[in-house]
Structure formats: structure tokens, C-alpha cells
């Protein structure tokens, strides 16, 4: 079984950065990707950054040249670094895993979610 455990949210001004930390247990699984969404009061959860192995980093639109995902591989970690933040940042940040299960050849992709951490950006 995979957990993900998600540290380093917070409440900080406008303009200002936090720094998200995720740490799986469950080493000896494969991990295909990790990465961060978010879900804001009465919106859908919507992908912020993720890093695979085999389609590189991807961002979406709004945190461009202001957020940075960094993974390692081997420690089974992913962090998000939150430049220059923004009250539309306000939401709750979930850490996901992308996780090979099954004996191969017959390999299938599971999910896993961390719990979620508050970040919380005023104006």
C-alpha cells in the first residue's frame, strides 16, 4: 500500500512563497509519476504540476514561470515551490502518485492521494 504524506502549507500574503513537500511510503512499488493538484472552495480539482517519466514536467497555465516541481526518483518525493503567490492560489494542494501495480507483463497504473494541505494566500 502507497501513502503520500503532504507537509508545508500554510498562509502567507500576496506575493509571498511557500514551499510543498510530499514523501511516499511504499518504496518497493514503481512509481510512474508525482505531482500536485489543487481543489478551491466549489471548483474542481484541477492539476497545478506533475513530473513523469516519460512525458517530462507539465504546469498548468496559471503557475507558470512562478511554481517549480522537483521529484526524486529514488526517495519517492516530489516538492512544489510557490513563487510569487496569488490570492486565486488559495485552495487546499493534494500530492498524487501515478503507481505500477501488478505482476508484470500485466502491469496496471493505480492513483494515490495525500490527505491535503491548506495554502492560503491573501491579498
Known amino acids: 500500500q502507497v501513502q503520500l504524506l503532504e507537509s508545508g502549507g500554510g498562509s502567507v500574503q500576496a506575493g509571498g512563497s511557500l514551499r510543498l513537500s510530499c514523501a511516499a511510503s511504499?518504496?518497493?512499488?514503481?512509481?510512474?509519476?508525482m505531482g500536485w493538484y489543487r481543489q478551491a472552495p466549489g471548483k474542481q480539482r484541477e492539476l497545478v504540476a506533475v513530473?513523469?517519466?516519460?512525458?517530462?514536467?507539465r504546469y498548468a497555465d496559471s503557475v507558470k514561470g512562478r511554481f517549480t516541481i522537483s521529484r526524486d526518483n529514488a526517495a519517492k518525493t516530489v516538492d512544489l515551490q510557490m513563487d510569487s503567490l496569488r490570492p486565486e492560489d488559495t485552495a487546499v494542494y493534494y500530492c498524487?502518485?501515478?503507481?505500477?501495480?501488478?505482476?508484470?507483463?500485466?502491469?496496471?497504473?493505480?492513483?494515490?492521494w495525500g490527505q491535503g494541505t491548506q495554502v492560503t494566500v491573501s491579498s
Open positions: 498524487k502518485a501515478e503507481v505500477y501495480v501488478g505482476p508484470p507483463p500485466n502491469l496496471s497504473l493505480d492513483d494515490y
Open positions: 511504499g518504496r518497493r512499488y514503481v512509481f510512474r509519476s
Open positions: 513530473h513523469s517519466d516519460f512525458d517530462g514536467t
